[in-house]
Nanobody, 125 residues
Framework: QVQLVESGGGLVQAGGSLRVSCAAS????????MGWFRQAPGKEREFVAA????????YYADSVKGRFTISRDNAKNTGYLQMNSLKPEDTAVYYC??????????????????WGQGTQVTVSS
């Protein structure tokens, strides 16, 4: 399996921007599609965005479409989630995850076999 470590979370005002990163180690990073999920207190973990193995395909949840951008740098074994126009409802722990599927981008929590420990993003109003 691949090991994942998130970083870059923090506190930002509404309307601001933040970029979180996901550093991968272990198995070959390019074997995996990557996803970002988030979990707010008292809520279930939800899908945010996904990107294919070489970055040619992306998919977003409707709640973040047009505001968030997922990307990856395979030379650095790192994935990114750029978050713009942040809202208080974006407050959550953000997790990156890896999926071995090569046929389609998936969005279910159970589809992803490796997870990072999460990084807190707090958006103040």
């Amino acid at each position: 399996q691949v090991q994942l470590v998130e970083s870059g979370g923090g506190l930002v005002q509404a309307g601001g921007s933040l970029r979180v990163s996901c550093a991968a180690s272990g198995r070959t990073f390019t074997r995996y599609a990557m996803g970002w999920f988030r979990q707010a207190p008292g809520k279930e973990r939800e899908f945010v965005a996904a990107i294919s193995q070489i970055g040619g395909s992306t998919y977003y949840a409707d709640s973040v479409k047009g505001r968030f951008t997922i990307s990856r740098d395979n030379a650095k074994n790192t994935g990114y989630l750029q978050m713009n126009s942040l809202k208080p409802e974006d407050t959550a722990v953000y997790y990156c995850a890896a999926d071995l599927s090569v046929t389609t981008l998936r969005t279910g929590v159970g589809d992803f076999g490796s997870w990072g420990q999460g990084t807190q993003v707090t958006v103040s109003s």
